[in-house]
């Protein structure tokens, strides 16, 4: 905390950053007897023993889990635990959420989503994962400030975002809380990878009802400001993790605090009534990029695939003098969105491999031929 008992704007932005859902709000503890109203039916194979886990230092914290920075088989790694701690004190309906968190992560086969290692339903209900040693995206842009990302850098990590956004929405994967503390950064900070899937879900027409995320990047169809009539509600559905990326998109640019100054409540009215975070200092193609994504009307957001297509354009009129490398065929084969295997130990290089123009003097037509080449390649190659 800061000094003198005053909380410093970080601060009072973590405790005001938290996500929740409506389902959960006073459902965290529960009598035993209502707990045997829930069973796990987790496969085995997707469960290890916790005694193989060592716990260390806490790493981040939300209102029902703490993750902590651990060992499993001298492997570090990251370990979250649902609160409250023993299993035996947790409400059925935190139980169903963790087992669709299990089962859904379990499922990712992606570069850019945290890789899954285990998970634990006695004496605590934990999920174990890779252990992102570059922290959260969040704080990353917090210790920087008052300076911004290079925006070559604030592209690139949009890229990524949108890479692994496409590869959840094309397997029916809503997210539901898209902000910058759930991107996490490879040690070099190079490259990003989603994290916590504790509110996605399969997206169900008819069924996506409930109020979930975070205010300061939550869609305004997801809540409600004024009352609906009895047995009302409000539906929504993939298009609201646009809008959430739209508001990551703004602070990698701006590297600023959306609706600063504002509780959850006014952020909230502000969104449902179409205020949005100022473009002043946004370069115009953005501007218009962020105004298509952050449309109160969802159906008038774009997809995450058009959403790319629009960055890789945008880097390559910001960057005429670079041609962007297709990937060789043995390198896509193993790679869902880049040539690196491992991004957490590779060595730091930009996502998306650049190349200088050969030196050798080529017709301007012929150039530019290759150059659509290379960006339709990478287009298709990017994700899947």
């Known amino acids: 905390m800061a000094e003198h008992g005053m909380v410093s704007e ?10 929740y859902s409506l389902e959960s709000i006073g459902n965290a503890y529960t009598s035993s007897e209502n707990n045997t109203q829930f069973v796990f039916t987790i496969e085995p194979s997707l469960l290890i023993d916790p005694r193989s886990v060592r716990i260390g230092r806490v790493i981040g914290e939300g209102p029902n889990s703490t993750v902590y920075e651990g060992l ?49 339903v006695e004496p605590s209900m934990m999920i174990v994962t890779e252990l992102m040693r570059g922290g959260t995206l969040q704080k990353y842009l917090w210790s920087i400030r008052p300076r911004t990302l290079d925006w070559k850098r604030s592209i690139n990590f949009a890229l990524d975002i ?47 009802t409930t109020e ?3 205010y300061r990047w939550m869609a305004p169809e997801i809540f409600s400001i004024e009352p609906l009539p009895v047995g009302a509600k409000k539906q929504y ?23 600063k100054g504002r509780n959850n409540v006014m952020v909230a009215y502000a969104t449902a009534k179409n205020v949005r975070p100022s473009l002043d200092e946004i370069p115009k193609e953005i501007g218009s990029l962020l105004q298509s994504c952050w449309a109160e009307d ?31 065929a043995f390198e896509i084969e193993h790679s869902n969105c880049n040539t690196s295997k491992d991004h957490n130990n590779s060595p730091s290089s930009p996502s998306y491999p650049l190349m200088k123009p ?10 530019l031929l290759m150059r659509g080449r290379a960006f339709r390649l990478l287009r298709y190659f990017r994700c899947f």
């Open 358 to 367: 050969e030196k050798k003097k080529k017709k301007k037509k012929k150039t």
């Open 10 to 19: 970080e601060e009072l932005m973590e405790l005001s950053s938290f996500s």
């Open 298 to 328: 969802p159906k008038s957001r774009p997809e995450f695939k058009e959403i790319t297509n629009s960055l890789l354009e945008l880097y390559q009129n910001l960057s005429p003098t670079e041609v962007i490398k297709a990937p060789k």
């Open 162 to 208: 949108c890479c692994v956004m496409e590869y959840l929405h094309a397997n029916g994967i809503i997210h539901r809380d898209l902000k910058p503390s759930n991107v996490l950064l490879t040690t070099d900070k190079k490259h990003i990878k989603l994290a916590d899937f504790g509110l996605a879900r399969e997206e169900i027409s008819g069924e996506m």
């Open 72 to 120: 499993y088989k001298s492997k570090p790694v990251a370990v979250k635990i649902i609160q409250p701690a023993r299993t035996s004190e947790v409400s059925a309906d935190r139980k169903e959420k963790f087992q669709r968190e299990v089962i859904l992560l379990s499922k990712m086969k992606h570069d850019k989503i945290v890789k899954y290692i285990g998970a634990s």
């Open 237 to 259: 559905d993939h298009k609201v993790d646009v809008y959430s990326f739209s508001i990551v998109l703004w602070e990698l640019i701006t590297n600023k605090t959306p609706f």
């Open 212 to 214: 979930a995320g975070t």
